[in-house]
């Protein structure tokens, strides 16, 4: 948490910059502490323990606009790091854009406890985070002939923000998060490939933290991983596991941004209110689900958040857009930028949606590619399985699929059940009909 | 718009940041910049250390029995200012300022970091890291000794802080000027210029202690376009280890000119049709084959650990004996230049590939042990936040013989990639790809129609071996390249000749 003393540092700072040519100011300060612990083959191979702190002023001087940010915090500097800021800031041009938000839209406080925050942190012994990742490599180790390198890793942090606005604001959050790890490196015999997968799991809190069977889990989907290759070019269905259907999703919120609309760089730009992608997709920003990664009460700007329908049965609903950006559209702002994304779930998990391809691709791996942001038009590397009469068949590997995310999104056939409890996007295994992917 | 270097120092208005956190420091960047004598005298006055300071430290992080411990100084001030809507209305600034204490016991590390550089701060961290280690035997930290920068690659005519916001503001207003004025078709522009500052002091128990003053600096556009409803952007930039002579007037015509040319292409461009064909790498940006197909998977920690496609083909044939790949630390004012790495060893050039075999791998002080030979000074690292690991520097293939007409005369149906925006690949199954942002098909033998927004994928080792032709027109790509890996983002280059690559699988419709 952020102690008394760097409270009243950030409202000291806001006291110099309003009194030093500010008319409007936005402090931020913030801090942390990590560790983490990395095993090779049953053998400590990295220790890192740190902690850090910095602020951030964001100064409005003169209808114009600059953001300065630095980990030297002793008062002595910062009077001489903000007086420059403020000098600096006036060079620029003016941009009437430049505000901040209506206090009116504040969060106010009064929210129920979002429990983000293990108590315990400062109580996990060094010793026990190290068995822990001594436990998961234990798991891999010795397990397979073929095993070329058994790794594991535990980290966790804690991180704590304070922010307040020269018009009203004062809020606070704090996180904690852990994490562990295993990876694993097979030879693959009479090639000089060597395949590696992992697998992990994250938490808020270190009691809930799944702390067996990640070591076998990243095993398993490495050994899977034997004698992939390409298969023939064409339209396939596409089963896309949810360790990678969101980052197909991550375009399209890109897209809904403030910033890209008013730059007239998106494929969403006047979509609003209309249909654009299969009615089997509905989204929803649920930003008060108590400790869930992605929860939060106020955004970067200290704007309230709510609930927030993105997507409706395939009609897009609303754009996220901030101060700035709606300034200049001249329209209200939304919210910055998601929290939790939620879909509804369906009944399967990703074998009962493989279960339902007569013959298509399960994707468990994106491998490189870009999005145009434009136009909406992609291409990605993948790697997977072909499925053959509903069951996962030869591992393929090296194969592109590409087409258009409106597309793509148009032939959402289903959506799964089994999201990821570790992402703030909750965004299950999906499937996709008509996918261009290019092999032999 | 014409800037010299008296125009820069006069500037008699704010110079963002750099000169802020450390009052007594600005006449020393001058001094530091130019004259490496005084670098380590200078750094330690900076950093408020002395050499009993560092001594103690180096002393707390070996008392477990780590074999070896350095310490890493850091004071990084980054600037940038930002155009959009036609004014230069947005800036940035940011100091980092901590040091690092890296303890090695075998080929195991112990890390840890603080921001406030104080004796007791500096002993806590070194004792954290120092808990790598478990044996008997303490090593004694030797006298500590300057080592001199011999050969700087980046010397800086005009630091970026003696010079002012003001200064800074022309030539994006003028990148966005020429661009409207290139084209009626541009709708948007955003153009940026950002500078970075970095001090470092570098001690070790080896008793070698370097300062080295890097700087570096970015200068980009995005270009929107749109034609009969539709829209497209395309972007681009320029990056060198330079001063703010890097602000030239050519400078700003060119990335104006190419934004354009490049957003431009993308009305006339179509998907190709995917599947495995010949792909004509075009000369420059195409190192970022070199970079995904090979240059990560010969990083030595990777192939020490036996996990690189590549740890059993070194001093094999890998490709064309007509082929040699560099990793070259020692190209002047390029971003991935470094006077010393980050391991406290000599920037160097990197044969990776020599006709044709694989030379050797890219190492950090820790593979270097492992393999029992002198590190090739790949060891970098993003910050005092990070331990430095194996990393590429400017990688390259060095030119052929035969011209780019007949390369592509060569190929009866295939494409020809001239622009890329990433690349990705997997070490152990040796899977690379590259997103091509423009390019052209070939078809019997010419370039035709434009393409644009595909993935190219395939396989390292063979993609290496399918290298059939290289031309004659080797070229630096000097944009923003910046390279992933463990969490740390690393400022690189590439470069390459025009060259054939018989098969690969391109992304497409079917």
């Known amino acids: 948490m952020i102690t008394n003393e760097k409270k009243k540092l950030a409202q000291w700072a806001m006291e110099f910059a309003l009194k030093n040519g500010c008319q409007a100011s936005r402090i931020i300060i913030y801090g942390g502490t990590n560790s983490s612990f990395e095993i090779r083959d049953m053998k400590i191979d990295r220790l890192t323990q740190a902690s850090e702190s910095g602020m951030t002023i964001q100064c409005f001087v003169d209808g114009r606009y600059a953001s300065f940010s630095t980990n030297r915090l002793e008062k002595e500097e910062l009077e001489k790091f903000i007086a420059d800021g ?73 991180s704590s923000r304070y922010m307040i606005a020269s018009n009203g604001f004062e809020g606070e959050t704090a996180n904690s998060s852990y994490s562990l790890l295993g990876g694993v490196s097979i030879k693959e015999e009479g090639s000089e490939a060597r395949p590696e997968s992992y697998w992990y799991d994250s938490s808020i809190f270190y009691d809930t933290l799944i702390k067996k069977g990640i070591g076998t889990k990243a095993l398993e989907r490495t050994i899977r991983k034997l004698g992939q290759k390409k298969t023939t070019s064409g339209k396939y269905r596409m089963v896309v596991d949810n360790m990678n259907s969101s980052r197909l999703l991550s375009p399209v919120i890109n897209a809904l941004y403030g910033s890209s609309i008013q730059q007239n760089n998106s ?26 990664p992605g929860a939060r009460y106020f955004d970067s700007e200290g704007i309230a958040t709510r609930r927030l329908p993105v997507f409706e049965e395939g009609v897009l609903r609303t754009y996220y857009i901030d101060v700035y950006n709606a300034n200049k559209l001249d329209t209200a702002p939304t919210i910055g930028s998601p929290s939790i994304l939620t879909m509804p779930l369906g009944d399967k998990d990703v074998d009962g949606l493989v279960s339902i391809v007569e013959k298509g691709i399960l994707v468990t791996g994106l491998n490189g590619g870009n999005c145009n942001s434009s136009t909406g038009d992609f291409s990605y590397g993948v790697e997977g399985f072909l499925i053959e009469n509903g069951k996962p068949a030869q ?18 056939a289903e959506a799964g059940k089994d999201t990821r409890r570790s992402s703030s996007w909750k965004i299950p295994s999906l499937l996709f009909d008509d996918v261009d992917f290019s092999g032999l | 718009m014409k800037y010299n270097r008296r125009d820069f120092v006069k500037t008699g208005g704010a110079v963002m940041l750099g000169s802020l956190a450390a009052p007594s420091f600005l006449d020393g960047v001058v001094n530091a910049a130019n004259d490496k004598a005084t670098g380590v005298a200078f750094a330690m006055n900076h950093f408020r250390v002395s050499e009993g300071d560092l001594k103690k430290v180096l002393a707390a992080a070996l008392e477990k029995g780590g074999d070896y411990a350095d310490l890493f100084f850091e004071h990084s001030y980054q600037n940038s200012v930002a155009l959009q ?64 920068v011999v050969n700087n690659y980046y010397s800086v005519k005009t630091p970026w802080d003696s010079i002012s916001i003001q200064k800074k503001t022309p030539c994006l207003q003028t990148i966005n000027d020429r661009i409207f004025a290139l084209d009626s078709r541009v709708m948007k522009v955003n153009a940026s210029l950002g500078d970075t500052t970095s001090h470092i002091f570098f001690c070790n128990s080896d008793g070698v202690m370097y300062y080295d003053y890097r700087p570096m600096a970015t200068l980009g556009a995005v270009c929107i376009m749109q034609e009969n409803g539709k829209i497209e952007n395309s972007y681009a930039a320029r990056a060198y280890r330079m001063g703010a002579e890097f602000i030239t007037d050519d400078i700003v015509e060119t990335i104006a000119r190419e934004a354009v040319d490049k957003t431009s292409i993308l009305f006339r461009a179509v998907k190709p049709k995917g599947g495995e064909m010949p792909v004509v790498m075009g000369a420059g940006g195409s190192g970022i084959l070199l970079h995904e197909a090979i240059g990560h998977a010969f990083e030595a920690d990777f192939n020490r650990k036996n996990i690189s496609i590549f740890s059993d083909l070194l001093n094999k044939k890998v490709c064309d004996e007509h082929i040699n790949v560099v990793d070259d630390g020692t190209i002047p004012f390029n971003r991935g230049s470094v006077n010393i790495d980050d391991d406290g060893v000599e920037g160097q050039k990197t044969y990776i590939v020599k006709d044709g075999i694989l030379a050797s791998y890219l190492h950090d002080r820790i593979s270097a042990k492992h393999y ?127 060259a054939l690559v018989s098969k690969l699988t391109v992304g497409g419709e079917s």
């Open chain 1, 86 to 158: 403020i000098a600096s800031t006036r060079y620029l041009a003016e941009d009437k854009a430049r505000t901040l938000p209506d206090p009116s839209l504040y969060y106010r406080g009064g929210g129920a406890d979002l429990q983000l925050l293990d108590q315990r942190f400062d109580s996990i012994r060094p010793d026990d985070k190290i068995a822990l990742a001594m436990q998961v490599c234990d798991e891999i180790m010795g397990k397979d002939s073929r095993i070329l390198s058994s790794t594991s890793s535990y980290s966790d942090q804690v």
């Open chain 2, 372 to 498: 029992g030979i002198r590190s090739t000074g790949n060891g970098r690292r993003e910050s005092f936040r990070m331990m430095p690991i194996p990393r590429m520097r400017a990688t390259y293939m060095e030119a052929g013989n035969v011209t780019e007409e007949d390369i592509i005369s060569n190929v009866k149906n295939g494409i020809y990639a001239a622009n890329f925006t990433n690349g990705q690949v997997q070490i152990g199954a040796g899977d690379f790809t590259f997103f091509v942002k423009d390019g052209y098909l070939i078809e019997n033998g010419k370039l035709t129609q434009p393409i644009k927004d595909i993935n190219i994928i395939g396989n390292g080792p063979k993609a290496l071996a399918d290298i059939t032709m290289v031309g004659n027109n080797y070229q630096m790509d000097n944009g923003t390249w910046t390279c992933g890996k463990d969490g740390q983002s690393c400022p690189v280059t590439c470069g390459m000749p025009s």
């Open chain 1, 267 to 292: 494929f969403m730009l006047n979509k609003l209110s209309q249909k654009v992608a299969s009615h089997k997709l509905s989204l929803t920003d649920e930003p008060h689900t108590p400790q869930s």
């Open chain 1, 395 to 412: 591992p393929v590997s090296e194969m592109n699929i590409t087409g258009n995310m409106l597309t793509l999104w148009s032939n959402l």
């Open chain 2, 85 to 148: 809507d036609g004014a230069v209305n947005r800036a940035s600034s940011y100091i980092d300022f901590g040091m690092g204490v890296r303890v090695l016991s075998g080929d195991q590390t112990g890390y840890a970091y603080v921001e406030s550089i104080t004796p007791e701060e500096m002993i806590k961290a070194a004792r954290t890291a120092a808990r790598i280690a478990d044996a008997g035997q303490v090593k004694t930290p030797v006298n500590l000794t300057e080592s001199r």
